[in-house]
T-cell receptor, first 113, second 112 residues
Framework: DAMVIQNPRYQVTQFGKPVTLSCSQT?????MYWYQQKSSQAPKLLFH???????NEADTPDNFQSRRPNTSFCFLDIRSPGLGDAAMYLC????????????FGPGTRLLVL | GDSVTQMEGPVTLSEEAFLTINCTYT??????LFWYVQYPGEGLQLLLK?????DKGSNKGFEATYRKETTSFHLEKGSVQVSDSAVYFC???????????FGTGTRLQVFP
């Protein structure tokens, strides 16, 4: 019954070593989002895809990239992780944009050593 | 711009106590309003939502009513359980942007 799936749930990487986080969905939603959530804070939107159209938030660092090869999958690439990038990364989907509900995955907790 | 303001936590209650977590919003137009819950180490789960004024969202004993006149969407539960211990986020989405606007979250701790 899982609708938004994130793998892995926990990821450990080294300072400066590229890492990729994965998200898949079974809802056939048009929109997929990536959020970063640091401890005791609200989630912060990094970017989203509407179908194949990529929308980057103005304050998202260049170190963060994303790919959406098809409707079901979306990846978050961190090119050179720094200690400050340690966080929970949340994937979400919605049928459309605007006043719609977003459905979140369980998250991937990233640790940078 | 749009914003959501939540009461600061933690909120500490005994089991079976009444819960209120206040949420007010500022938005142009007519946003949809949401409460999400986040259990320790987990992602966000949609708890309830309301899409227009005077709508009441409800789920698992939690309720919230969309009050346009007071721009509020307060979360209530008549009798909390230990298993309700989590962080609760109030959020809105409008038709002008593609993002959810979150409050800062309120941690609820329920003790036996």
């Amino acid at each position: 019954d899982a609708m938004v799936i994130q793998n892995p749930r926990y990821q450990v990487t080294q300072f400066g070593k590229p890492v990729t986080l994965s998200c898949s969905q079974t809802l056939n939603h048009n929109v997929m989002y990536w959020y970063q959530q640091k401890s005791s804070q609200a989630p912060k939107l990094l970017f989203h895809y509407y179908d194949k159209d990529f929308n980057n938030e103005a304050d998202t660092p260049d170190n963060f990239q994303s790919r959406r090869p098809n409707t079901s999958f979306c990846f978050l690439d961190i090119r050179s992780p720094g200690l400050g990038d340690a966080a929970m990364y949340l994937c979400a989907t919605s049928r459309d944009t605007g006043r719609v509900t977003q459905y979140f995955g369980p998250g991937t907790r990233l640790l940078v050593l | 711009g749009d914003s959501v303001t939540q009461m600061e936590g933690p909120v500490t209650l005994s089991e079976e106590a009444f819960l209120t977590i206040n949420c007010t919003y500022t938005a142009t137009g007519y946003p949809s309003l949401f409460w999400y819950v986040q259990y320790p180490g987990e992602g966000l789960q949609l708890l309830l939502k309301a899409t227009k004024a005077d709508d009441k969202g409800s789920n698992k004993g939690f309720e919230a009513t969309y009050r346009k006149e007071t721009t509020s969407f307060h979360l209530e539960k008549g009798s909390v359980q230990v298993s309700d211990s989590a962080v609760y986020f109030c959020a809105l989405s409008d038709g002008n942007t593609d993002k959810l606007i979150f409050g800062t979250g309120t941690r609820l701790q329920v003790f036996p």
